[in-house]
């Protein structure tokens, strides 16, 4: 559902885009994941203590992808490319969104939480993910994927 990439450093994580990310772990059940950014804590520090707490694209179903835009508060552009992302909270309101949305919806979707090590995280590429084929016209419409019909 990506239909085209582009290559970011990794020090440009953020919440909300989808990724696709080689990782370099002996632990990780794989090295390439396609993941939604939902937070990077420690905010500050060294790269090798700093983690992305992220959702792996590959457990999730259309119809989780749909439910995690609703929960998200939708869909926005992104500013420095031509991509959509999920509109995550921020700050103390990304704490609330985690706690409210994030905890139920791994409890409802097995295997698609990760939390990743920014030190041990290659290759970044931000995904054009094709949401047009995920949601349907109205919810498109809300978050200016798609313009109103003229008709």
């Keep these: 559902m990506v239909k085209e990439s582009t290559q970011v450093p990794p020090t440009t994580l953020e919440p909300g885009p989808i990724y696709d990310i080689r990782y370099k772990s002996e632990t990780a059940s794989k090295n390439r ?7 990077i804590y420690p905010y500050s520090g060294p790269k090798k203590d700093r983690l992305l707490h992220c959702l792996d694209m590959d457990a999730m179903s259309l119809i989780d992808v749909k439910r995690l835009a609703l929960k998200a ?10 991509y959509y992302e999920f509109n995550m909270p921020e700050g103390r309101k990304n704490r609330e969104f985690y706690a409210k949305n994030i905890t139920k919806f791994m409890n409802q979707v097995p295997n698609v939480y990760k939390t990743l090590k920014i030190g041990n995280i290659g290759t970044v590429k931000v995904c054009n993910y094709d949401f047009e084929k995920v949601l349907d016209n109205q ?10 019909d003229t008709e």
């Design 33 to 39: 994941y396609i993941v939604v950014a939902l937070n």
């Design 73 to 82: 508060e939708g869909l926005k552009r992104m500013e420095d490319i031509d």
């Design 139 to 148: 919810t498109l419409r809300k978050y200016g994927l798609i313009q109103e």
